[in-house]
């Protein structure tokens, strides 16, 4: 998946954030409204049924036209646009990058603890596993995505530069359950991705895997990173969607959480998320696997 850098066809940089952006934009085209219910499902701490389900989906549109409620999963799109591009070329642009340093600088040492096979593909997961806990720094347009989709009174009609500027550090809240969260998720993202494409598929150079093949193993490192990372995900969700000055830990989001809904509950929107948001990963990943080679022959 990402052979050093050094010539013209060989994944360049510029290959890769052609390849991870082009993957973020068509993922936000056609997935934003399916993030939009897996976020309002999470942040749901009532009990859910068929009577309550399209309030809880479509909030005041519940009772409007189909179209209206349709446009209604449309809320935060601007900011969901400026994080999602950013995060996918970080993501799927970023892994590569650091796994050819773990490679330049730490083959040996992971060759020599886990083998040949076994140690290319930890790398491959402990570069994914860096690139996630580095995605801490997108947390402030993740966290304005996220109140937009589920709490948009918390704006208060406010824009953008001056809520960057009266919030500041606030609009990092929950930056350390998200670093939490993402560190083993990109770990499972990847490393079940390159056991798949290793020991499934027979793959040996993954920059070279078929279409199908990038798609067989999107799937298992999506099931595997969205499994791992549901428990952290609800707390991290809850944390960011309260109001700006609401200032809640994620241990007494935990604590609430456990004794008022029990600990099934920390896997809330986990089925939706692998029924419809796993293949809004495995779409990109697919994407950006397949398009970052195909960049790398002309850039």
Known sequence: MSPPVS???SESGTARVLGAGTSGVAELLIFHPVDTIAKRLMSNKQ?????????????????ASLGKRF???????GYAAGYKIAQRIYKFGGQPWFNDLITR?????FTNTFGERKGKMMMQATAGSLTGIGEVVLLP?????????????????RGVIRIFLEEGTTLYRGWGWTMARNAPGSFSLFGASAVTKEYVLGVKDY??????????ASIAGAVASITVAAPLDVVKTRIQNANFENKVSGVVVIKELLKNEGPLALFKGLTPKILVVGPKLVFSYTIA?????WFGKYV
Not at 48 to 57: A, E, G, K, R, W
Not at 71 to 77: A, H, I, N
Not at 141 to 157: C, H, S, T, Y
Not at 289 to 293: E, G
């Open 289 to 293: 696997q397949s398009l970052i080679p």
């Open 71 to 77: 446009f209604s999963l449309f809320p935060g799109l």
């Open 7 to 9: 010539k013209k066809g």
């Open 47 to 63: 009990k859910v049924s068929l009577s309550t389900l399209s309030p809880i989906i479509f909030r005041d549109q519940a009772n």
């Open 141 to 157: 347009l993740d966290a304005l995505k996220i109140k937009r989709q589920v709490n948009p009174e918390a704006f208060r009609g």
């Open 105 to 109: 600088h730490y083959k040996t040492e």
């Open 207 to 216: 920059s070279k895997a078929t279409w199908t093949q990038n798609f067989i």
